[in-house]
């Protein structure tokens, strides 16, 4: 196993400046983030009205205070690493040239194959909808292979609307092929 301790011996003056200072504000704020989710699911439990049941005995209150809290000391223990003097590893770039200007082209292409996808999610079905999301999501991206990515999106997509509806017991919309799923 190899060890990802960022090395601190160097001599990077920006790294040091950051440590001098008691941390980096962008990951303070961070925590802010952290502790104000936190907040939010604290508030938010404790205005649950109690459910009293003989299936659920422990009630909709428990798991998002459990999380609140867990939230808030996770942002407190961050902020006293972050105060510390502790930074994230350098990311290594893998294949990223970090010099690169946005492609806009296949952003607005995934926005229009996003919002399409939500618009005709009613009239033609989950499955229609999500095999165009995967599909034309795939093409966007670069796959060229038309038949393949049309077969594998609709596969997800009828995995995934026979997992909700059996699995889950949540029905997806079947819109046009409504008697035939």
């Known amino acids: ?33 952290l502790a104000g989710l936190g907040i939010v699911l604290l508030v938010n439990s404790a205005q649950l ?41 350098a990311d290594e770039g893998e294949d990223v040239d970090l010099d690169a200007k946005a492609d806009w082209k296949t952003v607005g292409l995934l926005v229009v194959i996003f919002a399409a996808s ?9 499955v229609i909808a999500g095999t165009l999301l995967f599909s034309g999501s795939a093409y966007a991206l670069g796959n060229r292979h038309v038949i393949r990515g049309l077969l594998v999106g609709l596969a997800i997509s009828l995995a995934t609307f026979y997992a909700f509806a059996i699995g889950l017991g949540v029905n997806l919309p079947a819109g046009i092929l409504q008697g035939i799923l």
């Open 1 to 33: 196993m190899t060890d990802t301790t960022p090395d601190r011996t160097h001599t990077d003056t920006a790294a040091q400046d950051v440590e001098t200072q008691g941390g980096d504000r962008a990951q303070y704020g961070m925590c802010a983030a």
């Open 118 to 126: 939500a618009a005709l999610m009613e009239p033609l079905g989950w």
């Open 49 to 89: 009205a109690p459910v009293a049941s003989t299936n659920d005995s422990l009630g909709p209150k428990v798991i998002p205070t459990v999380l609140g809290i867990l939230l808030l000391i996770v942002s407190v223990f961050y902020a006293v690493d972050i105060h510390r003097g502790g930074v994230g590893a």
